[in-house]
């Protein structure tokens, strides 16, 4: 027996211990309807995490335009000259750094000009000098053997070169290069910098431009996602048994916040998990195209970052699904109090219901803090982490240039591209916290999503529409429990009732007529036996065919927040389809003359017209949520138009007339029983004029029929219908 939706619905051991992205992971299912979207928007979060690395990267020479002694082109040079020979050759010439096994170059050797001249001469003709020998010495072809003269120990000697690679960073910076002044004069270091400030402000225009749209884009991926995600549910809620039907706030709350936590989370997956990581990697790469050894020995402080942002991320998940289920409760806890405010009021309950409302809201308040804690403690922490690591990063960097190993360019390069790949992650930690609470989300919205429908419940195979009704219903044997009930609601009941027959139940309250009918539309299933109609059991065909051979009345009488003219129609879908489309499209033409004409006479027929027409704006007229513009006798004059309307073949009515005075009740018993002719009709009333309509009165008593024949035989023979009978009896007199 399937259990009712509710705040512990289906939980598992993974939702006690924290739950699993996987659920967060099947919205991806949904997402890739929107593909055209979708890939547009995260191309331009690519673009957006390279203009940034770019920018990062523009640092290295902008400081060295500032700062160094030589031009861009020099420099640039001087460090691919370095790369393809395994040393580090300062601006001056001299070897800074060497890798004896790689290289012929000895560390305090002095390149020299062709000549012989030693480059270490500080002399304004020395520039040139310098820059024509690293760049001859950058550019050297692949494979291309060279000697190169050097002072090594005060004497001049040659070397044989034979470069390492040209690669295709090395090729890409001699090029960028290559625009920029020479020079290193002042002027043409000022050209320099406005140089490289146009460059990095054009990027940042492009990425700019990029991040707009990338970010829209998702958005619309998030939206349209969710959208999807809705009308599966409407799907589904809409062909959920019965008995799923006992929290209907959970179900609210699972529509309304559940998916805009799943909407925000997927702008988060979509933008953030992409670009931040993304801007994290490219400057990484940069970094190591600086330095790849003291970047790989700086990225160790990554996963003990990684690990705490988790372990945070389990936490809020769980807090996130306590809150979720508490909106729930508080939805339905403030629907029972605004609808049932004539009793609040009338019973002075005023003061009780705020208390159990703001209680419900501490609860859900206290459940937010624990969430906004973890959260605003996630990133200082994790910042103070950072500047620990960037803190020893720094003096580690200060020796190295204070030892001439790395030039002060590089060192405040490398920071910066450090405090770039920080900062990513940093955010990343508030994206996975709120990743965490869309996962707790989507939990509970695929809870619904993987419930079956009613359709699936027998396990047996359809096979299609069920017949219209010729010969005779038949039920053999129903029982039925409710869940947690201690006694069956139906217990072998068995009743054939031929074509065109008329049935009233009777019985006392709980004695199972209402149960007995909700058989017949299939909205339980029997435990055992079954119900058959002519002879074919209804669970082998679509319940859909067996419900538009019905029209019904139910006790509680149920009237939509529309149109009195919607509220009529609503027993034909195409002709409440077409009133829709006509109210949003008035300039077209949907309905027909016949249309209107068919609501106004089941209208008519229900003697509901008369009222109606005396409203402001007639079949316009909007109800209000529950009806509560009209009376109790004007909304049932209104469900009974609807099913008049519908005109099936088979008529169900619980408790029809219950709320009608006497004059209109009459008026309804003639045209009902002008319209029943050639129906099947099941009828369930307590008033002695509406049992006397029918062919045959069945008495129930718990969970079984008693008795069944016509008024006078019951009431020879019957003692329960003659005390039934003496009760109405005395009803209708006293009013």
């Known amino acids: ?235 589904k809620v ?97 629907d029972g109090a605004l609808g049932g405010i004539r009793v609040v009021k009338g019973y002075t309950m005023e003061t009780y219901e705020r208390r159990r409302l703001f209680a419900l809201d501490l609860e859900m308040f206290k459940q937010e803090m624990k969430i906004e804690r973890i959260d605003a403690m996630s990133s200082p922490l994790f910042e103070t982490f950072g500047r620990i690591i960037a803190s020893i990063a720094l003096v580690y960097f200060a020796q190295l240039m204070f030892t001439g190993v790395m030039s002060f360019s590089k060192v405040a390069a490398l920071a910066g591209c450090m405090a770039a790949m920080f900062d990513p992650i940093r955010q990343l930690s508030g994206f996975y916290n709120r990743m965490q609470r869309a996962n707790a989300a989507a939990d509970r919205v695929f809870e619904i999503l993987d419930r079956p429908v009613e359709a699936e419940g027998s396990g047996r195979t359809s096979q299609g529409a069920l017949p219209v009704l010729r010969t005779a219903i038949e039920f053999k044997d129903l029982t039925f429990t409710y869940p947690s009930a201690d006694a069956p609601a139906l217990d072998r009941v068995s009743l054939t009732v031929a074509r065109g027959e008329r049935v009233a139940l009777v019985g006392p309250n709980g004695s199972g007529k209402t149960t007995l009918l909700s058989m017949l539309m299939r909205f339980f299933e029997p435990q055992s036996g079954a119900l058959m109609i002519d002879g074919r059991d209804v669970r082998d065909y679509s319940i859909d065919s067996l419900r538009r051979q019905m029209s019904l009345v139910t006790q509680d009488t149920v009237i939509f927040p529309d149109t009195i003219e919607s509220n009529i129609a609503y027993g034909d879908e195409d002709l409440l389809r077409r009133i829709m489309l006509q109210r949003r499209h008035p300039e077209r033409k949907y309905l027909r003359a016949e249309d209107r004409e068919r609501v106004v006479a089941a209208a008519v027929a229900a003697y509901a017209d008369e009222f109606i027409r005396e409203k402001p704006d007639g079949y316009e007229t909007i109800v209000g949520e529950k009806g509560t513009t009209l009376s109790g006798g004007q909304k ?47 009828i369930i009333a307590h008033r002695f004029s509406t049992i006397l309509q029918a062919d045959r009165i069945v008495v129930m008593d718990r969970g079984r029929i008693v008795d069944m024949g016509k008024h006078a035989e019951l009431k020879e023979r019957c003692a329960l219908y003659r005390t039934l009978y003496g009760t109405q009896i005395l009803d209708d007199k006293m009013t």
């Open 238 to 334: 809409l062909r959920f048994p019965i008995t799923q039907f006992s929290n209907t706030s959970d179900l609210v709350s699972r529509f309304v916040q559940d998916s805009q936590d799943i909407y925000r989370g997927l702008n988060f997956v979509f933008a953030k998990s992409l670009r931040e990581p993304l801007k994290a990697i490219f400057v990484f790469g940069v970094a190591l195209a600086i330095d790849w050894r003291l970047t790989l020995v700086t990225v160790l402080a990554v996963p003990p970052a990684a690990l705490f942002i988790r372990k945070i991320g389990k936490v809020i998940r769980k807090s996130s699904k306590r809150l979720l289920q508490g909106y729930g409760r508080m939805i339905s806890t403030l």
């Open 636 to 682: 049932q004059r209104v469900a009974i138009a609807r099913a008049m309307l519908r005109n099936a073949p088979i008529f169900i009515f619980d408790e029809a007339t219950s709320q009608i005075d006497s004059d209109s009740e009459q008026k309804i018993h003639a045209a009902v029983e002008q319209f029943l002719a050639d129906r099947t009709a099941f």
């Open 1 to 235: 027996m399937a259990t009712p939706l509710g705040p512990n619905l289906n939980r598992t051991k993974a939702d006690k211990a924290g739950g699993s992205p996987i659920q967060f992971l099947r919205i991806m299912r949904y997402s890739k309807a929107y593909r055209r979207y979708l890939i547009p928007g995260l191309i331009c979060i690519v673009i957006v995490a390279m203009t940034y690395s770019i920018n990062i990267a523009a640092l290295l020479p902008a400081i060295q335009v500032i700062q160094g002694k030589e031009g861009v082109p020099t420099w640039v040079a001087n460090w691919v000259a370095g790369e393809r020979a395994r040393a580090v050759f300062a601006m001056d010439g001299s070897v800074a750094k060497a890798d004896r096994d790689e290289t012929p170059f000895h560390e305090k050797d002095v390149l020299c000009t062709a000549d012989g001249k030693p480059l270490d001469i500080d002399t304004v003709e020395n520039d040139a000098e310098r820059a024509a020998t690293f760049a001859r010495l950058a550019r050297l072809k692949d494979g291309q053997q060279v000697d190169v003269p050097v002072v090594r120990k005060g004497q001049t000697t040659t070397v044989t070169f034979l470069p390492r690679e040209l690669k295709l960073k090395h090729r890409l910076s001699l090029w960028l290069a290559s625009f920029m002044p020479s020079l290193n004069t002042p002027s043409a270091k000022l050209r320099a910098v406005i140089i490289v400030v146009a460059a990095v402000m054009v990027l940042a225009l492009i990425g700019a431009i990029a991040r707009f749209f990338g970010e829209y884009l998702i958005s619309v991926v998030a939206g349209r996602t969710v959208l999807g995600m809705r009308r599966e549910m409407y799907r």
